[in-house]
T-cell receptor, first 114, second 112 residues
Framework: DAMVIQNPRYQVTQFGKPVTLSCSQT?????MYWYQQKSSQAPKLLFH???????NEADTPDNFQSRRPNTSFCFLDIRSPGLGDAAMYLC?????????????FGSGTQLSVL | RKEVEQDPGPFNVPEGATVAFNCTYS??????FFWYRQDCRKEPKLLMS???SGNEDGRFTAQLNRASQYISLLIRDSKLSDSATYLC?????????????FGTGTLLAVQP
């Protein structure tokens, strides 16, 4: 059974039209992450939540926001998608943030911007 | 210089071959290392952690060379199903998971 679930698998949006990607987890993990991965590039961390505490990466554009209404769900909001935001968006979870904690990834949402 | 650097490949090898990938890291304070496997358009999945003394899991062996600041992954008796991108991941000493740095990956194609 999938433990980190992302919907939808593929998302198409228009330039400038707000879009929300969703992630849910059945692992009851404390930490949830959002990564952006462009073609042939490394996954890049956008931000993460430790419980309700939001932690933004310094170079994450303001265009990207996130919400975590409860332990199980986390959303990625892109307020005004540009062509350069087309990418795979990966949600991940972990129990904690210690050095040897394992990351569990969802299957990702492939975002296209037209 | 990238913090974690990998040869992008592709590495084209016949079934049954042994193949090795290296990954260099620039931050000498890096202490935790992992290899992830990522299939095309799918999520990364943890393949194995890399321990200081080296570790083996079936056909896969991971090594860490702190003096030269690289880690390696050796795959013996390659299978068609091993075809994927292998991501090297490093993290700082005492660092949190949000400090993990992913490499861009090395593409392996195992040919019949």
């Amino acid at each position: 059974d999938a433990m980190v679930i992302q919907n939808p698998r593929y998302q198409v949006t228009q330039f400038g039209k707000p879009v929300t990607l969703s992630c849910s987890q059945t692992l009851n993990h404390n930490v949830m992450y959002w990564y952006q991965q462009k073609s042939s590039q490394a996954p890049k961390l956008l931000f993460h939540y430790y419980d309700k505490d939001f932690n933004n990466e310094a170079d994450t554009p303001d265009n990207f926001q996130s919400r975590r209404p409860n332990t199980s769900f986390c959303f990625l909001d892109i307020r005004s998608p540009g062509l350069g935001d087309a990418a795979m968006y990966l949600c991940a979870t972990s129990r904690g943030t210690g050095t040897n904690e394992k990351l569990f990834f969802g299957s990702g949402t492939q975002l296209s911007v037209l | 210089r990238k913090e974690v650097e990998q040869d992008p490949g592709p590495f084209n090898v016949p079934e049954g071959a042994t193949v090795a990938f290296n990954c260099t890291y620039s931050n000498s304070a890096s202490q935790s290392f992992f290899w992830y496997r990522q299939d095309c358009r799918k999520e990364p999945k943890l393949l194995m952690s890399v321990y200081s003394s080296g570790n083996e899991d079936g056909r896969f062996t991971a090594q860490l060379n702190r003096a030269s600041q690289y880690i390696s992954l050796l795959i013996r008796d390659s299978k068609l199903s091993d075809s994927a991108t292998y991501l090297c991941v490093g993290g700082p000493y005492g660092g949190a998971t949000n400090k993990l740095i992913f490499g861009t990956g090395t593409l392996l194609a195992v040919q019949p």
